[in-house]
């Protein structure tokens, strides 16, 4: 076990299954980078390095870059999911569903139910998302609740090292298509990770600290902030319990609503945009189910409804910051003393 | 005659018979109100999904258009299931969760119907890159109308296919509407152009004609088959029904179909072409038409008695697991 990055956790992983299962192949936009140029091969290893290596160990044939065409190339990873491969198939930024979405939510995602159960897609398209890069409006959405909200699509939103390299085996070994966002924020946070293979299963939340007066439900870099919240609150005598979902979708409903049984408060965290995101959409489940155990109003930390603004000092006021969360929690618990 | 034998040939024209047979009972049926939701008929088109199927094996891979039973029957689905499948029944081919515009069959390389044009030919790329990575030989064929010749997908798949010499055929049926819409109006260019462009080999066939497409077919699907990449057929055809059931065709000639049926019958063209040549005798042919209708016949019955789908299926085969 060492201390591996976030991006070095997503990279292990991707090998690991490539080396262990022949079908996995990958692919993307200069996934190995520098194909028909001059210069080096395995020139940029993903845009930001993620897959860097494996076009050297696994050979073009099973590190495929693909000129800039989202709509073919993602189609071709459900083409060819359907027909026998294990495609791990790179969206560089998540912003880019726009040119491709038809092939994610009417192919691939419906196949197994228009074809009566007879289609497995094993696809996984993995993609860039999130907001603090200063990569303005078309660079950094969040998105998830889009796929979301497709039945037929899971949803990946790993928080950190650990996380990333046991969900990503998951997803690579999931019969299903999976959409496995990762938080471009992330990717040099280092913890802890196994060096062997390890999976993580879908649709069981967890339960990064457990506490007695508030349920914080937060997901991707959400979850970080969420316990730094923690953290800082404890002294205050304020005790949290911070779930990660780790999938939206299959969503742990029953990991939310036994906690908010046992503390009576709820404050949600969600870095996407406001109207119909996972903090309305887990505001509902817990009004509708279990409406009996809440002390206090839920509480919504979200964006603005507005694109991400482009210069620093809007987009620090954009995202939703532990300042903002920690407020959230203190008003929560003014509620049901 | 090419390198079909007789077998092939009674082979070529039961499945085209089948095809026409098919559509003709489906119009009736749906103008009598017993098929729910849309249907668009291939009709008149019979020879290009014959003729290029005829090349094609189980391992080989199509995808298909809102106009997919004739891909589907050309491939070798089963006739009596796609029945029950249009008319929504539970033992249809895809449980009667699809219907006519989703009409799939993997086990037989048919990767569906697609109710989005322009749908299937990145699906294509990837049965042929899984053929091309897993080594089996085999081919994917696309086929996309004239409408889905201008989709961004089938463009940009033309080029994936290129780039990553894929062993793909584009088929580009041409029936001269979109919709209601003129090809001669909507397709800026031309699709042999636009195949020179992507550096594909392009030839232009006449689709009633299955000799012709069958042999263009072959050229490309066995260079395909050969490893030397993408190709693409220009298929002119006709349509004799509307782009879907209940379309007035108000944007067609007065007369246009009549004479279309007089004049452009794959079917009767193939009839011609081999008892004059005495490979076949219309006697036997006869004896097919006999028989495919009968066939047809049956499945309409089985479909009609068949049973729908119960509320316990609603919520199945939307994950393998979740």
Redesign the interface.
Known sequence: MAKKSYRQAINEALAQEMRRDP?V?VMGEDNAGGLGAPGEDDAWGGVLGVTKGLMPEFGR??V?D??I?E???????????????R?VAELMFVDFMG?CF??IF??AG???????????TPLVVRTMYGAGFRAASQHSQCLYPIFTHV??L?VVLPSSPYEAKGLLIQAIR???PVIFLEHKVLYDDEEEVPDEPYTIPF?EANLTREGEDVTIVAMGRMVKFANQVADGLETDGISCTVLDPRTTS?LDTDSILESVEETGRLVVVDEASPRCNMATDISALVAERAFGALKAPIRMVTPPHTPVPFAPELEDLYIPSPEKIGAAVREVMEHGA | MLQLSRDDLVQAYIRMRTIREFEERVHTEFAGGAIPGFVHLYAGEEASAVGVCMNLEDKDYIASTHRGHGHCIAKGCDVEAMMKEIYGRRDGSCGGKGGSMHIADLSKGMMGANGIVGGGPPLVCGAALSAKTLKTGGVAVAFVGDGGSNQGTTLESYNLANVWNLPVVFVVEDNGYAESTASAWSVGGSQLKRAEAFGMPGREVDGHDFFAVYEAAKEAIDRARAGDGPSLLHVKLNRYYGHFEGDAMTYRADGEVEALRETVDSLAAFRTRVTETGLLEGRQLDDIDREVAASIGQAVTAAMSAKAPSEEDLLTDVYVSY
Request: proline fraction near 8%; avoid cysteine; aromatic fraction near 8%.
């Open positions: 079908t192949i044939e099973r495929l693909t000129p065409s709509s073919a190339f993602i189609g071709a990873a459900a083409g060819a999911a359907a027909t026998g491969l495609p040119v038809d092939q009417n192919q419906k196949f197994r139910y228009m074809f009566g159960g007879k289609a497995v039945p037929g899971k999931d019969d299903d649709g299959p």
